[in-house]
């Protein structure tokens, strides 16, 4: 329950492309694995209701060692659906003939992005570690969900937007000075028409600023990644 916990939620296996049978089959691995290492296992309730309550708990242990990394990846997809709205380019859904639901693949191709620097710098190990340590730090059949412990997911939920807004903010600041420059163009020429001409001069500042921001959003990223081992062993 713990290892489904972690799979549920952790970057890479909780993708929707990935097939569930692989998840399956990999969290059954993985718990087969990390079984030696267990040592005495303290017997089960034969209570249905509480060996419901014991599975629920080791369930969520598992879910919140997966958010660690997860709220990282999924602030890294803010970030670009953020500067596609910036850019401008969240508006070819309501202008051009995209499908209900298209997205333009700037969230997409910076969740990429990130998901390749969380794999080079090991973080999926990171988590993979962080739940072997849980098992010393939390017995198997003993955790307990407190409301100390919501409180530290909850925030934890809250470096999704820190995240999102930091690694956003070169794109952001770059289209902040673009769309100023705009303005002060249209009140100098008010025969120009500044709204046909921010489509692409926004859009073209965006693109230049984003590929200019990649190398230090890399940096950014594997710090965050280097700081999960402190952050699953603050969660658990």
């Given at each position: 329950?713990?290892?489904?916990?972690?799979?549920?939620?952790?970057?890479?296996?909780?993708?929707?492309?990935?097939?569930?049978?692989?998840?399956?089959?990999?969290?059954?691995?993985?718990?087969?694995?990390?079984?030696?290492?267990?040592?005495?296992?303290?017997?089960?309730?034969?209570?249905?209701?509480?060996?419901?309550?014991?599975?629920?708990?080791?369930?969520?242990?598992?879910?919140?060692?997966?958010?660690?990394?997860?709220?990282?990846?999924?602030?890294?997809?803010?970030?670009?659906?953020?500067?596609?709205?910036?850019?401008?380019?969240?508006?070819?859904?309501?202008?051009?003939?995209?499908?209900?639901?298209?997205?333009?693949?700037?969230?997409?191709?910076l969740g990429y992005f990130a998901l390749t620097i969380y794999l080079t710098f090991g973080g999926h190990l990171?988590?993979?570690?962080?739940?072997?340590?849980?098992?010393?730090?939390?017995?198997?059949?003993?955790?307990?969900?407190?409301?100390?412990?919501?409180?530290?997911?909850?925030?934890?939920?809250?470096?999704?937007?820190?995240?999102?807004?930091?690694?956003?903010?070169?794109?952001?600041?770059?289209?902040?000075?673009?769309?100023?420059?705009?303005?002060?163009?249209?009140?100098?020429?008010?025969?120009?028409?500044?709204?046909?001409?921010?489509?692409?001069?926004?859009?073209?500042?965006?693109?230049?600023?984003?590929?200019?921001?990649?190398?230090?959003?890399?940096?950014?990223?594997?710090?965050?990644?280097?700081?999960?081992?402190?952050?699953?062993?603050?969660?658990?």
């Amino acid at each position: 329950a713990r290892v489904s916990g972690l799979f549920l939620a952790a970057p890479l296996w909780s993708m929707a492309g990935m097939p569930k049978s692989v998840r399956a089959a990999a969290a059954v691995l993985l718990s087969v694995i990390l079984l030696p290492a267990l040592g005495p296992v303290p017997r089960l309730p034969d209570d249905q209701l509480a060996m419901s309550v014991i599975l629920a708990s080791e369930t969520l242990v598992g879910l919140a060692i997966g958010l660690t990394g997860a709220f990282l990846m999924h602030g890294v997809v803010l970030a670009g659906e953020v500067m596609s709205m910036q850019m401008g380019l969240s508006l070819g859904q309501a202008l051009g003939s995209l499908p209900e639901g298209a997205t333009v693949g700037v969230g997409q191709l910076l969740g990429y992005f990130a998901l390749t620097i969380y794999l080079t710098f090991g973080g999926h190990l990171t988590l993979y570690q962080g739940l072997a340590a849980s098992f010393a730090a939390i017995p198997p059949g003993q955790a307990l969900v407190s409301l100390a412990g919501g409180r530290e997911i909850a925030d934890l939920a809250g470096t999704v937007f820190s995240v999102g807004i930091r690694a956003a903010a070169p794109v952001m600041v770059a289209l902040l000075l673009a769309n100023l420059a705009l303005a002060i163009l249209g009140k100098a020429v008010p025969q120009l028409n500044v709204m046909m001409l921010a489509f692409p001069v926004t859009i073209s500042i965006g693109l230049v600023a984003f590929g200019a921001a990649l190398p230090f959003l890399a940096q950014f990223l594997a710090a965050g990644v280097e700081g999960l081992p402190g952050q699953v062993g603050r969660t658990i």
